[in-house]
């Protein structure tokens, strides 16, 4: 009966339009109420033990470096060096824009940020060139999404905090998903586009490409290589990645100014002001979860119902397919990391390997309606209808599906980086 | 309604230079306790001085209570932007010509909602005053830091009064929230 309290609450908090974390703060409340000792301001100790960890730090510090990466030339820089490796392939062009999506991913946390710092300089460029319209707004729409499975990765990092997993273990096991996925959005774009022109190879072009663009390319060598090698945490290792970031912009390429600074971090500001709290009031729900044993007792629940792991896994991706086309990545892990992680352990998959999975599914749901978020921004950032932009993620989406169940099927695609076996 | 405007305004920009000052604080600190430990440090010790710790002291710490500080100014920014994050799966269930009115009603409940959690948020923090609750490793009182989470909260519940009384006064949301 209180639990249908909390329910009815949840719906009508939905209905009367409340902000995310006003929903979850009153759901927090209610259990606090319901089962806990009644006193609310434990809800604001838990929120403020909750912020105070380490590897939150990491978060800031890598939507900073993402926003001062996305002001300046790094992205045309590193399609000059990719297009210029790529120009002898069969639609070179669009693997072009797929592998840099994959490099810039390397650097940017945010599938949006990806997808529009590539894709506002390549789909005029795909155009140009005589791409086809459909093919080329998908391309670079789903490479966009790149951008959160390739480390570093916000999402990561957020299902990291409300799960207690390792961060770094996560960020190594992208790595694989993401060269998937890559790959194979490459592939598809080379035999898509199989009767376009080829030009040949120049070292010439390469090279001068090379040589104004080795700065922007040395950005996920530094930030990754410190991570992999265990040189650096994953906040150490943002800290540097701001620091080269800087540098880069302000005394290599000349393209930031005190005053651009002043808006990159009040951009991030405005991200963090919306994300943070958010964040504090989930790992304060997940206190009170953990406290009444509740993932434990969905887990005996489910068991009684569901005893194949595979079919567990099966009705987990149908579950966040759809929950992908209906809220936002953050959403998502915020409210159901928590819940889903200890299911996940209890039918025998990692905790790594689950956050990733549950990670490529919510990445599929940036290209389903209706809040398909990289079709929305699609729609204003290259002047397209939202149908069109529907139609042309289609290919792409089962292409995504097919990497989905390939790595569900064979989780060591993920795990190699983290434990070195297949 | 343009005094209330320019109210508004001034206290935005308030929060923006609060959140810019501590985020601008926890990249600079980080970057510098790294670039002691990890460059700094090695150097001299190659150069054969024994330098001791070259880091920051308790610069993580630091850092997480300018994060605290500069996201819960967060929240009054986010507010002020219509940059927080709103499930749209409910909308759908009343005639769109019911929105404004509806808005209005949401605005108004969310304000006193986030009003209560500042309630609470003060008897939090006149209870670790109370008990003087100190920070590990910097023996700080950490009140003065836990001051800004019920602080953030009244910010973004006087400004959702603002909209629920004067829906003009309300930003349009931005495109995308990711």
Not at chain 1, 292 to 307: E, F
Request: charged share 10%; net charge neutral; proline share 5%.
């Amino acid at each position: 009966m209180k639990a249908l309290g909390i329910l009815g609450y949840v719906l009508g908090s939905l209905a009367l339009r409340q902000p995310l974390l006003v929903i979850l703060m009153g759901a927090t409340a209610c259990m606090h109420m319901f089962w806990g000792r009644g006193n609310l301001e434990d809800i604001i100790e838990d929120m403020w033990v909750g912020l105070d960890k380490e590897v939150i730090l990491s978060i800031p510090l890598f939507i900073l470096c993402g926003n001062v990466m996305t002001r300046g030339s790094i992205a045309e820089r590193l399609i000059g060096i990719i297009s210029a490796l790529t120009r002898q392939l069969p639609g070179g062009l669009a693997v072009a824009t797929i592998v840099t999506c994959a490099v810039f991913g390397a650097i940017s946390g945010s599938s949006i940020v990806t997808m529009l710092a590539i894709g506002t300089v390549m789909y005029p460029a795909l155009r140009k060139a005589g791409y086809d319209n459909r093919f080329s707004l998908g391309a670079i729409m789903s490479a966009g999404t790149l951008g959160i499975i390739i480390p570093p990765s916000i999402p990561m990092i957020i299902y990291g905090l409300v799960t207690e997993t390792s961060v770094i273990d996560l960020f190594a096991a992208g790595f694989g998903p993401g060269l998937l996925i890559t790959t194979v959005l490459s592939a598809y774009a080379m035999w898509f586009n199989r009767r376009m022109p080829t030009q040949a190879f120049e070292w010439r072009s390469f090279a001068a490409a090379f040589r104004r663009g080795i700065w922007a390319l040395m950005m996920p060598v530094i930030l990754l290589g410190g991570i992999y090698s265990g040189y650096f945490t994953a906040t150490e290792a943002a800290a540097v990645a701001l620091a080269y970031a800087l540098l880069v912009e302000i005394f290599v390429h000349k393209e930031l100014a005190a005053r651009d600074f002043y808006n990159v971090v009040l951009e991030t500001s405005k991200l963090g002001g919306s994300l943070f709290p958010l964040l504090a009031v989930a790992l304060s729900l997940n206190i009170m979860l953990t406290e009444h044993r509740v993932p434990q007792a969905l887990v005996t629940v489910m068991q009684d119902y569901i005893s194949s792991p595979v079919m567990f896994m099966l009705l987990v991706n149908l579950l966040l397919l759809v929950v992908g086309c209906l809220m936002t990545t953050g959403e998502a892990i915020l409210v159901l990391g928590p819940l889903l992680a200890p299911l996940a352990a209890a039918y025998g998959y990692d905790k790594v390997v689950f956050g990733i999975i549950m990670i490529l599914n919510l990445e599929i749901g940036f290209l389903t309606p209706p809040v398909g978020l990289n079709l929305i921004v699609a729609m204003s950032a290259f002047k397209q209808p939202f149908g069109l932009l529907c139609r042309a993620a289609v290919p792409f989406i089962f292409l995504m599906l097919a990497c989905l169940a390939i790595v569900v099927w064979q989780p060591g695609i993920a795990m190699y980086l983290v434990n070195g076996k297949f | 309604m343009s005094a209330i405007r320019r109210l508004l305004e001034g206290w935005h920009r308030l929060e923006c230079m609060v959140a810019v000052v501590c985020f601008s604080f926890i990249a600079g600190i980080l970057l510098l306790d790294v670039i002691g430990r990890e460059f700094v440090g090695p150097l001299l010790r190659l150069l054969g001085f024994e330098p001791g710790a070259t880091g920051i002291f308790a610069s993580q710490k630091l850092s997480v209570f300018a994060l605290v500080i500069g996201s819960f100014a967060g929240i009054g920014i986010a507010t002020a932007t219509g940059s927080h994050l709103v499930p749209r799966v409910g909308y759908a269930l009343f005639p769109d010509s019911w929105g404004p009115a509806l808005d209005r009603i949401a605005d108004l409940l969310t304000g006193a909602f986030l009003v209560g959690v500042a309630w609470y948020g003060f008897k939090f923090v006149l209870s670790s005053k109370g008990t003087d609750l100190r920070a590990p490793v910097l023996d700080w009182s950490v009140w003065p830091f836990q001051l800004a989470i019920p602080l953030g909260f009244l910010s973004a519940a006087g400004r959702y009064f603002f909209y629920a009384a004067s829906p003009a006064l309300k930003p349009k949301p931005p495109e995308f929230l990711e």
